[in-house]
């Protein structure tokens, strides 16, 4: 079973920074099954990104994604007020399974 | 528009079985690639996947959580029900049902429908 592990648990940052959310897969994994989802408190999750590094439908371009084998970013270019939120990585792959992160809180500054 | 909604007891007492049902709208789960999960999330606590049952009438489970849970679907009704038997306090959480796509390359879970939260208590 793939485990995911997230860093850092807070980060604290001021709008207009450049964010960097890591996320650590237990073993190798195919960037095409990793995705990113953001979740504002009293809401429902919402896909970020998915294939490693492609954006959701409406997604802003402050938002990418990287990486390949066992390491992924999420990287906010310039953090809008809006961004402040937890977000998770997650692992859907061949398996038919799931594996979410523990997440990473974004909070301001 | 693709939706999807929960619906179910918000207060179970310990030692119960819980059943939920995930209405949607605007797919298919008899397309090729579609599913739909079935995710938890405790009061200040990560998200937790379930189950996720495929159009292919495939199931699959958390593995720490399997031998409580079963998935099934109603295609005529467009609905998934989740049972988790032998509820206790530890599974008070808000849980989610959303769509899955299983795609030849990508795979996701998206959209999610609004949440449930039960309550687990005497």
């Known amino acids: 079973e793939i485990v995911l592990t997230q860093s850092p648990g807070t980060l604290s940052s001021s709008p207009g920074d ?5 996320c650590r897969a237990s073993q190798i994994v195919s960037s095409s099954y990793v995705a990113w989802y953001q979740q504002r408190p009293g809401q429902a999750p919402r896909l970020l990104m998915y294939g490693g590094s492609t954006r ?3 997604i802003p ?3 990418s994604g990287s990486g390949s084998g066992t390491d992924f970013t999420l990287t906010i270019s310039r953090l809008e007020a809006e961004d402040f939120a937890v977000y998770y990585c997650h692992h859907y792959g061949y398996s038919r399974r799931i ?6 809180r974004l909070e301001i500054k | 528009q693709i939706t999807l909604k929960e619906s179910g007891p918000t207060l179970v007492k310990p030692t119960q079985t819980l059943t939920l049902t995930c209405t949607y709208s605007g797919f298919s789960l008899t397309t090729s690639g579609v599913g739909v999960a079935w995710i938890r999330q405790p009061p200040g606590k990560p998200l937790e996947w379930l189950a996720l049952i495929y159009w292919d009438d495939d199931t699959q489970y958390s593995p720490s959580l399997k031998t409580r849970l079963t998935i099934t679907k109603d295609t ?3 609905q998934v029900v989740l049972t988790m038997t032998n509820m206790a306090p530890v599974d008070t959480a808000t849980y989610y049902c959303a769509q899955g ?3 030849a390359n990508v795979n996701w879970v998206d959209p999610w429908g609004p949440g449930i939260l039960v309550t687990v208590s005497s």
Request: glycine share 22%; hydrophobic share 25%.
């Open chain 1, 61 to 63: 371009g402050r938002f």
């Open chain 1, 56 to 58: 959701a439908t409406g």
């Open chain 2, 76 to 78: 005529s009704k467009n």
């Open chain 2, 101 to 103: 796509i299983y795609g």
């Open chain 1, 99 to 104: 594996t979410f992160g523990q997440g990473t």
């Open chain 1, 18 to 22: 450049r964010a960097t959310l890591s």
